[in-house]
């Protein structure tokens, strides 16, 4: 059971929007930075976002997070058939002294 | 630009050891300050985060695998290994390597990965 919730999947037309929560606690989220990876089918995670709502150089701006309290979204617009995938949002766990990701949430473009 | 790559058998027997080794280009595991990771991925579930190390010593293990777990630096070869001890189905998983984004900072994002390498506990 992950310790960061995110929902199973969420999915919508090209072109639309969608947005992926991610719920923690004080001892993560709350008081640490929260990221977001993609995982396309069959191979590695990518970094999408970090520090909350930075974005690495190469990551496209349709790509978007945000932090408030203990929960945390990513933002994805204009989407298209290249965004399928699984996406991940992680963070440092204070209390447990480790790394924790969410559940994980497919984006599923119709 | 940094490289991951890892390495080790894809079978393994129940109640044996797993050992993998992530090979590293691009970066120094011993002078670039960064802590260095393991995560894996069973099949069709999510990502669970294993553990870290950093060469001069600091090391961090998930609480459940704590007690199996050991992370080592081979500082000769630029290289860093998980050895993971009794291992049963449940530890059947593709396994990345990682390394944390910024300098000293265990809490940091993962910002270059390995490309996985498929591991199956069977007899």
């Known amino acids: 059971q992950s310790v960061l919730t995110q929902p199973p999947s969420v999915s919508a037309a090209p072109g639309q929007e969608v947005t992926i929560s991610c719920s923690g606690g004080?001892?993560?989220?709350?008081?640490?930075?929260v990221c977001w990876y993609q995982q396309l089918p069959g191979t590695a995670p990518k970094l999408l976002i970090y520090?909350?709502?930075k974005r690495p150089s190469g990551i496209a701006d349709r790509f978007s997070g945000s932090k408030s309290g203990t929960s945390a979204i990513l933002g994805i617009t204009g989407l298209q058939t290249g965004d399928e995938a699984d996406y991940y949002c992680?963070?440092?766990?204070?209390?447990?002294?480790?790394?924790?990701f969410g559940s994980g949430t497919q984006v599923t473009v119709l | 630009q940094v490289q991951l790559q890892e390495s080790g058998p894809g079978l393994v027997t129940p109640s044996e050891t797993l050992f993998l080794t992530c090979s590293v280009s691009?970066?120094?595991?011993?002078?670039?300050?960064?802590?260095w990771d393991w995560i894996r991925q069973p099949p069709g579930r999510g990502l669970e985060w294993i553990g870290s190390?950093?060469?001069?010593?600091?090391?961090y293990h998930h609480t459940s695998l704590k007690s199996r777990v050991t992370i080592s630096v081979v500082t000769s070869k630029n290289q860093f290994s998980l050895r993971l001890t009794s291992v049963t189905a449940a530890d059947t998983a593709v396994y990345y390597c990682?390394?944390?984004?910024?300098?000293?900072?265990?809490?940091?994002?993962?910002?270059?990965w390995g490309q996985g390498i498929r591991v199956t506990v069977s007899s």
């Open positions: 990682a390394k944390h984004m910024k300098q000293f900072q265990v809490f940091s994002p993962f910002d270059s």
């Open positions: 691009g970066a120094s595991i011993t002078s670039g300050g960064h802590y």
């Open positions: 190390i950093y060469f001069r010593g600091s090391s």
């Open positions: 004080n001892s993560n989220i709350g008081n640490n930075y």
């Open positions: 520090d909350n709502d």
């Open positions: 992680g963070s440092w766990d204070s209390t447990l002294s480790m790394y924790v």
